[in-house]
Nanobody, 116 residues
Framework: VQLVESGGGLVQPGGALQLSCAASGFTIRSYIMRWYRQAPGKERELVAHIISILDSTYYADSAKGRFTISRDNDKNTVYLQMHSLQPEDTAVYYC??????????WGQGTQVTVSS
C-alpha cells in the first residue's frame, strides 16, 4: 500500500505545475484523497481534497481559484493542477488517503519551489 507523488520542481512566479499521486495496493475510489503541503518552518496544511463517492472537492483559501484537484479512477491517480504559482506556494507537497477505520496513507512528498 503506497502513494507516490511526482511532478514537483522549480517554476517561476506565475507559472504552473501538475502534481500526480499514484496509488498502489488500494483503490482511491474508496478513499478521501488529499493534498497537503509543508513549507520550511511551518506546519503541514491541507490544500485540497476530493471525495469520489460524493463528487465533491474542497480547497483551502490559499488554493481557491488557482489549484484544481482531480482523480482518474482508472489510473488510480490523483492530480493537483496548480496555476499562478507564487513564492509562498513553495513547500513539500504530500498526497494523503483516508478512510474511516483505516490508517491514513501518506506519500513521500514532492518539492515545489517557486522562484525567479
Amino acid at each position: 500500500v503506497q502513494l507516490v507523488e511526482s511532478g514537483g520542481g522549480l517554476v517561476q512566479p506565475g507559472g504552473a505545475l501538475q502534481l500526480s499521486c499514484a496509488a498502489s495496493g488500494f483503490t482511491i475510489r474508496s478513499y478521501i484523497m488529499r493534498w497537503y503541503r509543508q513549507a520550511p518552518g511551518k506546519e503541514r496544511e491541507l490544500v485540497a481534497h476530493i471525495i469520489s463517492i460524493l463528487d465533491s472537492t474542497y480547497y483551502a483559501d490559499s488554493a481557491k481559484g488557482r489549484f484544481t484537484i482531480s482523480r482518474d479512477n482508472d489510473k488510480n491517480t490523483v492530480y493537483l493542477q496548480m496555476h499562478s504559482l507564487q513564492p509562498e506556494d513553495t513547500a513539500v507537497y504530500y498526497c494523503n488517503a483516508v478512510r474511516t477505520g483505516r490508517l491514513a496513507i501518506w506519500g513521500q512528498g514532492t518539492q515545489v519551489t517557486v522562484s525567479s
